[in-house]
């Protein structure tokens, strides 16, 4: 079944993500002490549905997403894709990591490649060949090919990551602050292209972001997280029009109010993060 959300994107009434009551954490072993990063967090994320997580630093939005694709397990709770638990990484869930985990010895080209190297996806060589000059256009680096990753900037680097991560066509597209490290001029013109490929697609992304403005131009919601360890403090909707690029959507109310709330529940958050607050 599928319903119009009423802001351009399609969305099914099947949860593609469902954390319930989820704790994760890490044991601090030179310190002897278990570290709660994430605690009693439930969400549910429908198919196309676009989820941005923002929260200070530290808050454990990474652990979320990590959870998601299988890199870190449940202390307690449990962590769903399509209604199975999730175990490990695999093929229906892609990463773009805020490092970028891009491998130095190989080039541009190569590092695209690699997903098709360690997974076992039904993909014929043509195919393969063609989708990696798709991705590569998509993310501008055309000309750059056999580049290795030394030679590029950090924006550069973080589009290599994206293509990565797009490559594989995954259902579920994972992006730990994707854009930070891309100058502001190509980090607007990259949010249009994501919200316009993802609306193609159809894939689901979990988004996270420091920027509020970010946050509201390519959210269907917006997930505040608060300060360690991590719960929800709210969840807004984002009700604007899509495609949000083509219109002007930082010049209507609704955005300013958005943009204002969500402000405010942050702030609070970054505030008690700036005072240091106890772990
Ligand atoms: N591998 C790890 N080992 C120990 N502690 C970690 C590890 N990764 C993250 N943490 C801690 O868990 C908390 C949440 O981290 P993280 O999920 O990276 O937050 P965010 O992405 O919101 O900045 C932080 O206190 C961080 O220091
Ligand atoms: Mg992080």
Known sequence: MTSDQGNGRVRSGRHVITAANLTVGYELHRERQRLTALRDVSLTVDRGEFVVLVGPSGCGKTTFINAISGLVSPWEGTIEVNGRPVTGPGPDRAMVFQDYALMPWRTVEQNIRLPFELQDLDISEEERDERIRRYIDLVD????????????????????????????EPDILLADEPFAAVDAMTREAMQGELERFVSATGQTV???????????????????????????????????PRPRFDYDVKTLPAYTELRERVWGLVKDEAFQTARGATP
């Open 206 to 240: 979990v988004f996270i972001t420091h920027s509020i403005d970010e946050a509201i131009t390519l959210g269907d919601r917006v997930v505040v997280i608060s300060y360690r360890p991590g719960q929800i403090k709210e969840i807004v909707d984002v009700d604007l």
């Open 141 to 168: 680096l055309g000309g750059f090919e056999n580049s290795f990753p030394y030679e590029l900037s950090g924006g550069m680097k973080q589009r290599v990551g994206i293509a990565r991560a797009l490559v594989s």
